[in-house]
T-cell receptor
Framework: AQRVTQPEKLLSVFKGAPVELKCNYSYSGSPELFWYVQYSRQRLQLLLRHISRESIKGFTADLNKGETSFHLKKPFAQEEDSAMYYCALSFTGTASKLTFGTGTRLQVTL | EAGVTQSPTHLIKTRGQQATLRCSPISGHTSVYWYQQALGLGLQFLLWYDEGEERNRGNFPPRFSGRQFPNYSSELNVNALELEDSALYLC?????????????FGAGTRLSVL
């Protein structure tokens, strides 16, 4: 069965500091990995998808199949990055359910 | 473009009652997914409908059921409500074809069971 682990419930960093939100997964097939973000009083929205290999709002994430990880990184945290971040896994290429991690709350302070 | 809409925003029921939650997907989206976000448990997959058919269900008892209508909107029904059913229920929709894996979420229905 697939599983997504986000080991940190809360990550607190100073503005301008680097950010790394950890995500590890277990899945026997070829997964598709996502990062979703939920800002205060807003709905859950897609931040990144590993297939597109793009940088969104300065965030990047690389799929490491050897370490089964998909960590989310940003070199310089901004106050507006404060939010709840969820890593999620799906099957590649077809519609299917998302398996979510338990989420990490990122708190960026001055 | 309107996003995924869910109704009602809040729903208060008592134990043993039935709850019906509704979801309208983004126009052109044929798949609808339901997730439960209970306190401390994160987002758990409940049900997936595509083209009117149930494609997959999560590890939930049969009293959680639903359907998808010809216009692709969906209902989630929870029978014989229990206190632990209190949660935020999120609906998501996705496009057919290669972009199927990108799910767009609604704001949710908060169900409180007293």
């Amino acid at each position: 069965a697939q599983r997504v682990t986000q080991p940190e419930k809360l990550l607190s960093v100073f503005k301008g500091a680097p950010v790394e939100l950890k995500c590890n997964y277990s899945y026997s097939g070829s997964p598709e990995l996502f990062w979703y973000v939920q800002y205060s009083r807003q709905r859950l929205q897609l931040l990144l998808r590993h297939i597109s290999r793009e940088s969104i709002k300065g965030f990047t994430a690389d799929l490491n199949k050897g370490e089964t990880s998909f960590h989310l990184k940003k070199p310089f945290a901004q106050e507006e990055d404060s939010a709840m971040y969820y890593c999620a896994l799906s099957f590649t290429g077809t519609a299917s359910k998302l398996t979510f991690g338990t989420g990490t709350r990122l708190q960026v302070t001055l | 473009e309107a996003g995924v809409t869910q109704s009602p925003t809040h729903l208060i029921k008592t134990r043993g009652q039935q709850a019906t939650l509704r979801c309208s997907p983004i126009s052109g989206h044929t798949s609808v997914y339901w997730y439960q976000q209970a306190l401390g448990l994160g987002l758990q997959f409940l049900l997936w409908y595509d083209e009117g058919e149930e494609r997959n269900r999560g590890n939930f008892p049969p009293r959680f059921s639903g359907r998808q209508f010809p216009n692709y909107s969906s209902e989630l029904n929870v029978n014989a409500l229990e206190l632990e059913d209190s949660a935020l229920y999120l609906c998501a929709s996705s496009l057919p074809g290669e972009s199927k894996n990108i799910q767009y979420f609604g704001a949710g229905t908060r169900l409180s069971v007293l």
